[in-house]
């Protein structure tokens, strides 16, 4: 069974870094072909896709954050950290993290962030 | 503005079928690349819902009804939905690769189903 749970800080300060941890379990990001992909939703608006993470390290970004984007994997704790630097209010969304197969097949719960002074 | 266009909205009443669709361009679904769709329900995670590879633009997830079909022509595809329920009622994404992104997953801008 796949489970993934999103973690880190409810409230961030404009300009601030944002990290956020994707806990994950039920699979290996060592495990050929697997991925983790990190996405987010403003309140009451559409997903946006941020950043995806291959078992070979591979990473892909959106072309519009990838200047503020970090993704890194720690397999042996079955980890996955998203660094969003130069937070803005805009950057007010909950954030998903979810497994990549043929589409992004489980999520996490995901986690509010609020990007306030 | 998304790169994939959905309508903001669609309705129906319990037992009818509706569509909802997705139009996109030569750099994604024009492409040929795998079309997805989500289905969210408010406060809650999205849930796939219909996944393309690379023998179906048609495949359910375990416990996804078969009233749920997906298809995909040109530069659109299409989330089909027959036999209307009142549970059905809730926001559906479509979701593709663009190859003028630099590898870019997209999404679309989502459609909010109302059951009548």
């Known amino acids: 069974q796949i489970t993934l749970k999103e973690s880190g800080p409810t409230l961030v300060k404009p300009t601030q870094t944002l990290t956020l941890t994707c806990s994950f379990s039920g699979f290996s990001l060592s495990t050929s072909g697997v991925a983790v992909g990190w996405l987010r939703q403003p309140p009451g608006k559409a997903l946006e896709w941020l950043a995806l993470?291959?078992?070979?390290?591979?990473?892909r970004y959106s072309p519009s954050l990838r200047s503020r984007l970090t993704v890194t994997k720690d397999t042996s704790n079955n980890q996955v950290v998203l660094r969003m630097t130069n937070m803005d209010p805009a950057d007010t969304a909950t954030y998903f993290c979810?497994?990549?197969?043929?589409?992004?097949?489980?999520w996490g719960q995901g986690t509010l962030v609020i990007v306030s002074s | 503005q998304s790169v994939l266009t959905q309508p903001p909205s669609v309705s129906g009443a319990p037992g009818q079928r509706v569509t909802i669709s997705c139009t996109g361009s030569?750099?994604?679904?024009?492409?040929?690349?795998?079309v997805h769709w989500y289905q969210q329900f408010p406060g809650r995670a999205p849930k796939l819902l219909i996944y393309?590879?690379?023998?179906?633009?048609?495949n359910r997830p375990s416990g996804v009804p078969d009233r749920f079909s997906g298809s995909k022509s040109g530069t659109s595809a299409s989330l089909a939905i027959t036999g209307l329920q009142a549970e059905d009622e809730a926001d559906y994404y479509c979701h593709s690769y663009d190859s003028s992104l630099s590898g870019s997953e997209v999404f679309g801008g989502g459609t909010k189903l109302s059951v009548l």
């Open positions: 979810a497994h990549r197969n043929s589409g992004y097949d489980h």
């Open positions: 030569s750099s994604n679904i024009g492409a040929g690349f795998d």
């Open positions: 993470i291959y078992w070979d390290d591979e990473k």
């Open positions: 393309s590879d690379a023998y179906s633009d048609n």
